[in-house]
């Protein structure tokens, strides 16, 4: 059964946020128009198979809503959501005045379901199925459905939500009016007077339970949904739900080899989609690991957490491998340059060697060749000093995908063609600084390599450490440089800007103000204690330190007037400690005495660098600083 969240009311209108009944594309019935108020509703609960129309093909939206329409629909709804119709629907009569034998046996069976299911109780043991339903009624019934469907009712959804004028709600009977309220408050109802005493047509109803169903938000449980495979290399496991991305979360999926003792899974590598609900499991393509007969994939009780912090069930399933299919290729030309081979499945490393270029003549021509992460995807790259137009044919020899199945066809050939420059040149169009020592540069299009960026001022240069081209926009660069930047205009200088038809834009040099980030502020001092027992004072500062080592001896403990200087003891990631975290220094003061510890002691003589942060921004102390007892 499905699990619902409570609708969050902050509008007056609803919102359907997943499983939406979609209206169908025409009308339904050849007497509900599609300029008709209802019509979308009446369709869409038509497509959801919930309501039908007469024998003779017409829905009747005038016509007056009977309380036997309305076990009908809602029925309908309540069993589409998981609930089972009674096994006893034909056999026990549930209202006195609708028989097991009666000639509507829809009504019999949907009147079993939503009296058990608390949705309809009738009037004095009867049901009054030929009976229409007032307003004010419809407002209960509705609470009712929504409740016995979700475990909470429209009213207590409602009850966060601003009230909305419903100018005749004290007309209407004093056990409905929340539930007129509330249907108000979360757009079902969308009319300042709601008349409760009158009664309701077909067509008003489907618009009133169509807006009920849409305030529901759909969850499903966290679990596993399926485990598929992909070629000989990947399995995928999908959830319900997003999982936590940690590897370690994620490595908690077990992939065990059946009838192997001990399956060595350390060189799989675990990736999690963007939306954090499909884990693929991968073998060491380059090392042409693959997967090869039975495996179990295995979830152990508590051991795979959700994004939310609940556990995944724990799930056993076994998936087969037998890869005997032959992998295959297309080609497209990308630009005037540039052609992409793409394989069905991943080929092993070593087929970008087996790739030949040769012309009619039987001459070679220069290709660049790369093959992606994923060993999909070859591109090659037409050399620029190719002259244009020029014919010539590529051929694969040999090329296997990761289980050995060579390439269909093998030989694999086919033409390529260098193409003329575009007459476009590549320029840049923006750069922006992202850090303290990082920027972007924004290109027109995209480029066949990455550009080489200089940076400097008038008096100095930064060396550029790396230049990486953005994963999901290729016209986007992004920069880094050896140190820091200071409050000043930099000319920053890119070039060998060449884009994918070998057309080559100018060298382009900006002069751009880039800003020094502020430092972060110094530390401080959280806290000092004296651990009396071992003598041993504890200073914990708001953030990690480092120790000037020179000034190691500089730290002094006053007893009324007494000093002791003594050696800090860091932690190990910092200074060869024994303290407890990045952040505390541990004194051993072994010449106190039981009286001096019954004293004042403070600490002194730590101002300047001797302390710094890992910034190098000094500790701010007091004159002193008095220690208390540690608990």
């Known amino acids: 059964m499905k699990k619902y969240s409570k609708f969050m009311a902050t509008a007056t209108t609803a919102t359907l946020v997943a499983s939406a009944f979609v209206p169908v594309a025409s009308a339904a019935f050849d007497d509900v128009k599609e300029n008709n108020s209802h019509?979308?509703?009446?369709?869409?609960?038509?497509?959801?198979?919930?309501?039908?129309?007469?024998?003779?093909?017409?829905?009747?939206?005038?016509?007056?809503?009977?309380?036997?329409?309305?076990?009908?629909?809602?029925?309908?709804?309540?069993?589409?959501?998981?609930?089972?119709?009674?096994?006893?629907?034909?056999?026990?009569?549930?209202?006195?005045?609708?028989?097991?034998?009666?000639?509507?046996?829809?009504?019999?069976?949907?009147?079993?379901?939503?009296?058990?299911?608390?949705?309809?109780?009738?009037?004095?043991?009867?049901?009054?199925?030929?009976?229409?339903?007032?307003?004010?009624?419809?407002?209960?019934?509705?609470?009712?459905?929504?409740?016995?469907?979700?475990?909470?009712?429209?009213?207590?959804?409602?009850?966060?939500?601003?009230?909305?004028?419903?100018?005749?709600?004290?007309?209407?009977?004093?056990?409905?009016?929340?539930?007129?309220?509330?249907?108000?408050?979360?757009?079902?109802?969308?009319?300042?007077?709601?008349?409760?005493?009158?009664?309701?047509?077909?067509?008003?109803?489907?618009?009133?339970?169509?807006?009920?169903?849409?305030?529901?938000?759909?969850?499903?449980?966290?679990?596993?949904?399926?485990?598929?495979?992909?070629?000989?290399?990947?399995?995928?496991?999908?959830?319900?739900?997003?999982?936590?991305?940690?590897?370690?979360?994620?490595?908690?999926?077990?992939?065990?080899?059946?009838?192997?003792?001990?399956?060595?899974?350390?060189?799989?590598?675990?990736?999690?989609?963007?939306?954090?609900?499909?884990?693929?499991?991968?073998?060491?393509?380059?090392?042409?690991?693959?997967?090869?007969?039975?495996?179990?994939?295995?979830?152990?009780?508590?051991?795979?957490?959700?994004?939310?912090?609940?556990?995944?069930?724990?799930?056993?399933?076994?998936?087969?491998?037998?890869?005997?299919?032959?992998?295959?290729?297309?080609?497209?030309?990308?630009?005037?340059?540039?052609?992409?081979?793409?394989?069905?499945?991943?080929?092993?490393?070593?087929?970008?060697?087996?790739?030949?270029?040769?012309?009619?003549?039987?001459?070679?021509?220069?290709?660049?060749?790369?093959?992606?992460?994923?060993?999909?995807?070859?591109?090659?790259?037409?050399?620029?000093?190719?002259?244009?137009?020029k014919e010539f044919t590529a051929t694969i020899t040999d090329a296997k995908d990761i289980a050995g199945n060579l390439l269909d066809p093998n030989p694999a050939t086919f033409t390529m063609v260098k193409g003329e420059k575009d007459g476009v040149a590549p320029t840049v169009e923006t750069i922006t600084q992202t850090g303290e020592n990082t920027f972007t540069v924004k290109v027109s299009e995209e480029l066949l390599a990455n550009p080489t960026v200089k940076l400097g001022t008038t008096a100095d240069s930064l060396e550029i450490t790396t230049v990486e081209v953005d994963e999901k926009d290729p016209t986007l660069f992004h920069v880094t440089a050896s140190s820091k930047f200071n409050s000043a205009a930099y000319y920053v200088e890119v070039s060998s800007l060449t884009d994918l038809s070998g057309e080559a834009g100018e060298t382009a040099t900006k002069l751009v103000e880039f800003t020094k980030e502020e430092e972060d502020a110094a530390p401080t001092v959280e806290s000092a204690t004296l651990d009396t027992a071992t003598k041993t004072i504890e200073i914990t500062f708001s953030e990690a330190i480092k120790l000037n080592e020179a000034a190691v001896n500089d730290f002094e403990v006053y007893v009324d007037g007494k000093a002791f200087e003594a050696p800090i003891k860091f932690d190990a990631n910092l200074q060869d400690a024994e303290a407890t975290s990045a952040n505390t220094i541990s004194v051993v003061i072994s010449d106190l005495t039981t009286d001096d510890m019954q004293k004042q002691l403070t600490i002194v003589g730590l101002e300047g660098t001797d302390i710094t942060d890992v910034n190098g921004n000094s500790i701010k102390f007091e004159t002193a600083i008095a220690l208390t007892a540690k608990k």
């Open 39 to 389: 019509a979308e509703a009446i369709n869409a609960l038509v497509e959801a198979g919930i309501i039908k129309g007469y024998e003779d093909g017409s829905f009747r939206p005038n016509a007056q809503l009977t309380r036997g329409h309305v076990v009908k629909m809602l029925g309908k709804w309540v069993e589409k959501q998981g609930f089972e119709i009674p096994a006893d629907w034909n056999t026990v009569q549930r209202f006195d005045d609708v028989e097991v034998g009666a000639k509507d046996q829809e009504l019999v069976k949907y009147a079993a379901l939503v009296k058990e299911a608390g949705v309809f109780i009738g009037s004095n043991g009867k049901l009054n199925p030929g009976g229409h339903i007032s307003r004010e009624n419809m407002a209960l019934t509705l609470d009712r459905a929504y409740k016995a469907v979700t475990g909470t009712s429209l009213v207590e959804i409602a009850e966060n939500a601003k009230d909305l004028v419903v100018a005749d709600l004290t007309s209407a009977k004093a056990e409905s009016r929340e539930e007129i309220q509330a249907l108000r408050n979360l757009g079902i109802s969308i009319v300042e007077k709601f008349e409760p005493k009158n009664s309701v047509t077909r067509a008003q109803f489907a618009s009133f339970l169509n807006r009920t169903i849409e305030t529901i938000t759909y969850e499903e449980e966290l679990e596993v949904a399926s485990v598929t495979t992909i070629d000989s290399s990947k399995i995928v496991v999908e959830f319900t739900q997003p999982i936590d991305g940690t590897q370690a979360n994620l490595q908690a999926v077990k992939v065990e080899k059946v009838g192997v003792t001990t399956s060595d899974t350390s060189t799989l590598s675990y990736r999690l989609s963007e939306d954090g609900k499909a884990l693929t499991i991968s073998t060491d393509i380059k090392n042409n690991a693959f997967f090869d007969g039975d495996y179990n994939v295995v979830i152990d009780s508590e051991t795979v957490k959700g994004a939310a912090g609940e556990f995944v069930p724990s799930y056993n399933t076994t998936v087969h491998f037998n890869d005997t299919q032959a992998p295959t290729f297309t080609t497209e030309q990308v630009s005037s340059l540039v052609y992409k081979v793409n394989f069905s499945e991943p080929v092993q490393a070593d087929a970008v060697g087996k790739i030949t270029f040769k012309d009619a003549q039987g001459q070679e021509v220069a290709v660049g060749k790369s093959l992606n992460e994923e060993q999909t995807v070859l591109t090659l790259t037409i050399d620029q000093d190719v002259e244009a137009k």
